[in-house]
């Protein structure tokens, strides 16, 4: 297991996570998004499943392995998902979790000229944000929003780098509703090549 | 000329520039230095990779100031399919994968490589774990 924390602020801000999970693995930093993007995680969580051949098997699965509600402080496994990744282990090739090419180009489909486009937007955000010009860094992020509106990852990471209520005149709720986003997680899919 | 940021791909670096506009026009070194692409007889290069300058686009591309020879690397990154944003305030440009980088993913099975730093900074890469299922978490902070 490898986890990639996406973060432009590195590891002052992945470090009180990892450190409370004990992680025990490779625990890396994406700063600037650029795997992120290679491998099409548009929001996070994102998991990826590569075989010993370092091909890829299954792309970009919504999940936590546990959620907990916070009202009631209640965790709970994610046991199916849980049951198809040791499916996998146990059984490697024959596991019927695996997907084939086409499942997985679905799933991290063609980049387009507004994808990016919206890259580019973002990435110099972030670069005027991290250097003191939060307010002229919304421009570029406000750009790349509207270019690939379904991009969760550019918004959530921008939205943490000001106030979404003062700069975006959103609440996280209400854009959680945007038809123009489009769902905040895919439903989980855990069909294989069928 | 006039100062400014050009962040290319990983690369960040001041420059002299000559900034028309959204168009940013280089001195032959500074092209080289900021962005690693030389012009030469035979096009705009770049390790084995030699772009021909199309007739038709050479004067947007190319061009004599007090200066010597400039080069537009906005126009560049029109006629190689690279995305790239410019903030006028502060002078800061950035330029993204050329065309035939980011159109050619779906080329292949094998999952991209990659190299990233852990905690510590040390680096690790994605075809140095080869040999073990691998599962391969996104996550962040936010």
Redesign the interface.
């Given at each position: 297991?490898?986890?990639?924390?996406?973060?432009a602020?590195g590891?002052a801000?992945?470090?009180?996570?990892?450190t409370a999970a004990h992680q025990q693995h490779?625990?890396?930093?994406?700063e600037?998004l650029?795997?992120?993007e290679?491998?099409d995680?548009r929001n996070?969580?994102?998991?990826?499943?590569?075989?010993?051949?370092?091909?890829?098997v299954r792309a970009n699965d919504p999940i936590y392995a546990q959620r907990r509600n916070r009202e009631t402080g209640e965790v709970t496994l994610n046991t199916e998902y849980l049951d198809a990744?040791r499916d996998?282990?146990a059984k490697?090739p024959q596991s019927k979790y695996l997907m084939d090419?086409e499942r997985?180009?679905a799933r991290?489909p063609?980049?387009d000229?507004d994808?990016?486009?919206a890259?580019?937007?973002f990435?110099?955000g972030t670069?005027?944000a991290l250097?003191g010009?939060a307010a002229?860094a919304l421009?570029?992020f406000k750009?790349a929003h509207a270019l690939r509106p379904d991009n969760w990852?550019y918004k959530?990471?921008a939205?943490?780098l000001g106030d979404i209520e003062r700069d975006y005149g959103t609440t996280f709720q209400e854009a959680l509703k945007d038809p123009e986003s489009g769902p905040f997680y895919p439903p989980l899919d855990l069909a294989g090549h069928g | 000329m006039a100062a400014a940021t050009v962040?290319y791909q990983?690369r960040e670096a001041e420059a002299e520039v000559s900034a028309q506009g959204a168009e940013l026009w280089l001195t032959l070194p500074a092209l080289t230095e900021l962005s690693g692409w030389e012009l030469k007889p035979e096009g705009v290069c770049k390790d084995e990779t030699c772009v021909p300058v199309p007739a038709a686009r050479r004067a947007a591309l190319i061009g004599t100031e007090a200066s010597g020879t400039v080069f537009n690397l906005t126009e560049f990154a029109r006629l190689i399919?690279q995305?790239?944003?410019?903030?006028e305030?502060?002078a800061?440009?950035?330029?993204?994968?050329a065309g035939w980088e980011?159109?050619d993913?779906?080329s292949s099975?094998?999952?991209?490589?990659?190299e990233?730093?852990?905690?510590a900074g040390r680096m690790?890469s994605?075809?140095e774990?080869?040999?073990?299922?691998?599962?391969?978490?996104?996550?962040?902070?936010?």
């Amino acid at each position: 297991m490898v986890t990639i924390a996406c973060d432009a602020k590195g590891r002052a801000a992945a470090e009180p996570f990892t450190t409370a999970a004990h992680q025990q693995h490779p625990s890396l930093i994406d700063e600037k998004l650029t795997v992120a993007e290679l491998y099409d995680a548009r929001n996070v969580p994102a998991a990826f499943w590569i075989d010993e051949e370092g091909r890829m098997v299954r792309a970009n699965d919504p999940i936590y392995a546990q959620r907990r509600n916070r009202e009631t402080g209640e965790v709970t496994l994610n046991t199916e998902y849980l049951d198809a990744v040791r499916d996998w282990v146990a059984k490697g090739p024959q596991s019927k979790y695996l997907m084939d090419q086409e499942r997985i180009n679905a799933r991290r489909p063609a980049l387009d000229a507004d994808d990016v486009a919206a890259a580019a937007e973002f990435h110099l955000g972030t670069y005027l944000a991290l250097h003191g010009h939060a307010a002229d860094a919304l421009v570029h992020f406000k750009r790349a929003h509207a270019l690939r509106p379904d991009n969760w990852t550019y918004k959530r990471q921008a939205w943490s780098l000001g106030d979404i209520e003062r700069d975006y005149g959103t609440t996280f709720q209400e854009a959680l509703k945007d038809p123009e986003s489009g769902p905040f997680y895919p439903p989980l899919d855990l069909a294989g090549h069928g | 000329m006039a100062a400014a940021t050009v962040l290319y791909q990983e690369r960040e670096a001041e420059a002299e520039v000559s900034a028309q506009g959204a168009e940013l026009w280089l001195t032959l070194p500074a092209l080289t230095e900021l962005s690693g692409w030389e012009l030469k007889p035979e096009g705009v290069c770049k390790d084995e990779t030699c772009v021909p300058v199309p007739a038709a686009r050479r004067a947007a591309l190319i061009g004599t100031e007090a200066s010597g020879t400039v080069f537009n690397l906005t126009e560049f990154a029109r006629l190689i399919q690279q995305p790239f944003a410019h903030d006028e305030a502060h002078a800061v440009w950035y330029f993204g994968p050329a065309g035939w980088e980011w159109k050619d993913r779906m080329s292949s099975r094998q999952a991209p490589d990659f190299e990233l730093p852990d905690l510590a900074g040390r680096m690790h890469s994605l075809s140095e774990l080869r040999g073990r299922k691998l599962f391969l978490l996104f996550w962040a902070s936010w």
